[in-house]
Nanobody, 126 residues
């Protein structure tokens, strides 16, 4: 059974930083691309960042470039998103997803594709 579990969400002040972590089990971790996706109530899912299977290629949404960093550890089956200089627009529920590649499953995210966790809430206070 595939399990995807996020941790690290919470309340953070604007301008501060937060690190989200995700562990994946039940599948071949190094055969999956990994993505962080977020959703604000009433809005669509949007891809935040994605990292390729071997960790060499990373992708970021324009709204987080230069502020967020994604990394993975294939030995520990974990993926991490370091969020820096956050602002109120970053408040959302963040999901970790194991997907086939950093292509359509990332740019047009849907829980129908890949394996998603239950999400972790990030709230930025001003």
């Amino acid at each position: 059974q595939v399990q995807v579990k996020e941790s690290g969400g919470g309340l953070v002040q604007a301008g501060g930083s937060l690190t989200l972590s995700c562990t994946v089990s039940g599948l071949s971790f190094d055969e999956q691309a990994l993505a962080w996706i977020r959703q604000v109530p009433g809005k669509e899912y949007e891809g935040v960042s994605c990292i390729s299977r071997n960790g060499i290629s990373t992708y970021y949404a324009d709204f987080v470039k230069g502020r967020f960093t994604i990394s993975r550890d294939n030995a520990k089956n974990t993926v991490t998103l370091h969020m820096g200089n956050v602002d109120s627009d970053d408040s959302a529920k963040y999901y970790c997803a194991a997907i086939a590649s950093c292509s359509s499953d990332y740019y047009y995210p849907s829980p129908e594709y890949g394996y998603w966790g239950q999400g972790t809430q990030v709230t930025v206070s001003s």
